[in-house]
Each structure stands twice: as C-alpha cells, then as structure tokens.
C-alpha cells in the first residue's frame, strides 16, 4: 500500500501546490512548521542508513569524487547563470543558488533504482554530500552571492547541523538498534517523508500565493532548465571522466535532484519570502523530470553498455 501511495508522490507535490494556491490563508500560519518537516525527513533518511552505506564510500571513491565534485561546482554555476540570463531579483536568484548549493535529495536514491542505476554510488553521494553540505551550502551562497545579498553564513551553518546532520546522526543510531524492524517499515518512512515534503512545498506555495501570478512562468522556466542542466550535465559530464553507464545514471540524477526541502528552510528562516518559491517548485518538478527519466532509462537495460566497456 505503502509502496503505490509513494509512486504518485508527484501527483500528490502537485496537486499540494495546486491547493495551496488556491487556497493559501489556511497555511500562511503553517510558516514556523518547515524546519521541524526538514529534520523529520532527515531522521527518516538516517533510519534508513547503515554502516554498510558508510562502507560503500571506501570500495567507490573515485566515482562518489565525481559526482560529489559535479554536485558543487554544476549546481550552483547553473544557478547563476540562469539567474542572470532570465535576469531574476536578488530574492529569487539567491533563492535558486540554495537548491544549486545544497545536497543531493533522497528521492534521488529511488529514482535511481527505478533507472537502473548503481544505488549503492547513489546512496554514498546523498551521504557525503549532505554531509559536506554544512560547509558547503553556505559557502557557495556566499562565494556566489555575496555581493549582491546579505548572506548570513554562520547562522545558515548552524540551521543545517541542527535541520540535517543531528536528525540524520538520530536516525542512523537507531537504525544501528532497529536494523530489522526499519528495513519492515521502511516503505512507511518513504511515505512519512513524501508527506514532508508535500506538506513544505504546499507551505511554501502558500506564502508566495501572491506572486505566482506575476513570477511563476519564469521561475519554471528557471528551475526547469536548472534540474536539466543538472540531469543532463550530470550524465555527460560523468561520462566524460570514464564512469561506466550505471554510475553515470546514478550521477545525472543525483546532481540533478537537489534537496530542496533543505534550499526551503534555509530561505524561509534567512532570507525573504520569495527565496523560497524556487525551492518549492523544484520539489515538485525534479520529482517528475526524475520519474520520466528513470521510467525512460528502465527501458534501456546498462549491462550490455558496461560488459563492452569492461572487455575494452
């Protein structure tokens, strides 16, 4: 039940936002829920995670290297760029650097399953990269930013240790203890996060309400073309440096699906009420460009493409 309830978590980010425009009053109120939401979603990733996941790291490095390398130097140069292209306000392009600069999403992990993709890598770059994320996020922000926006730096560092790194700790030591009993209930977590990151998106749509009308074409547009720099770079880019088509898959859509509940809280507590639009659209866009491209890649089996390489 579990499992086909999560198979239409893009139906559910949508019609969440659709509402949520409609009718926005009942969740203005809802603003001070996002950070408890993100650490939940958090916490439910670290019961999912084992030493075993840690381990994969070590047996991988040079493929998690590039992609993690491709997750902070693609990600958040896209964002710039697209930014100054569509030429967005400072609100809205710092907005779309936090889901440039943050770290891989967990959705990220599935979707690579679906695509046939090497989960194990999939799995190691969400680890590290939310990991490095509490460095990195705000310095991107900065690097990038800075001149243009006051980006709070210290306080953004400590908002992700407390939203990312002490729930995911949390969530791996019980797993420790509870090894079995999460891997029983572990399509409910799924579930317990979807509804997470559904209920932030429709929050987040609700506090922007007003300027969806006016904004909302050309911030789709921009996050559109984000999550396909991301998709596609990812995959080309990989390939270029000789990863073989299962990890590349894993790659493109890992660096294409950002955390953006992560790239929301920050907004919502930092920065104006339009930082977060782009974030909260991402979510419900990287979940379907994802699901297309999984159910695409599904179709097209890598083992041929990676014996011939392997043989070469």
């Known amino acids: 039940m579990f499992e086909q309830i999560n198979r239409f978590f893009p139906l ?8 949520a425009a409609l009718f926005p009053d009942s969740l203005v109120s809802l603003k001070d829920w996002v950070p408890p939401l993100l650490a939940l979603i958090m916490f439910t990733m670290g019961l999912t995670l084992s030493r075993h996941d840690f381990a994969r790291v070590a047996r991988a490095p040079r493929a998690v290297m590039i992609g993690i390398a491709l997750q902070y130097l693609l990600m958040p140069a896209a964002a710039f760029g697209i930014s100054r292209l569509l030429g967005l306000s400072p ?14 999403g967990t959705a990220s992990n599935v979707m690579t399953w ?4 090497n989960v194990a890598l999939s799995i190691s770059m969400t680890l590290i990269s939310t990991l490095l994320s509490i460095v990195m996020t705000p310095l991107l922000v900065w690097i990038w930013m800075g001149a243009s926006i006051d980006v709070p730096v210290g306080g953004m560092l400590w908002s992700i240790a407390k ?8 969530g791996s030591l019980v797993n420790h203890f509870l090894a079995g009993t999460i891997r029983r209930i572990e399509p409910a977590l799924a579930t317990v996060a979807m509804a997470a990151i559904v209920m932030i998106i429709a929050i987040v749509v609700a506090l922007n309400a007003g300027r969806l009308a ?6 789709a547009l921009a996050v559109v073309l984000h999550n396909a720099c991301g998709l596609i770079g990812g995959f080309w880019l990989s390939r270029l440096a000789g990863l073989n088509a299962r990890d ?12 953006s509940g992560l790239a929301v809280s920050l907004a919502t507590n930092f920065f104006p009420a339009a930082a977060a639009l782009p974030g909260a659209l991402f979510s419900v866009w990287h979940n379907i460009s994802g699901s297309i491209l999984a159910g695409y890649w599904k179709r097209r089996p890598t083992a041929a493409t990676d014996e ?5």
């Not at 939203?163 to 949390?170: D, Q, R, S, T």
């Open 248 to 259: 590349c898959r894993a790659v493109a859509i890992e660096v294409g699906m950002q955390n």
């Open 163 to 170: 939203l990312v790194i002490a729930p995911i700790a949390l």
């Open 12 to 19: 559910w980010a949508l019609g969440a936002a659709l509402l």
């Open 308 to 312: 011939a390489q392997n043989a070469s």
């Open 114 to 117: 679906l695509a046939g993709g």
């Open 214 to 219: 006016s904004l909302g074409p050309v911030i």
């Open 91 to 104: 609100e809205l392009a710092v907005g779309m650097m936090l889901v440039g600069a943050t770290s891989g």
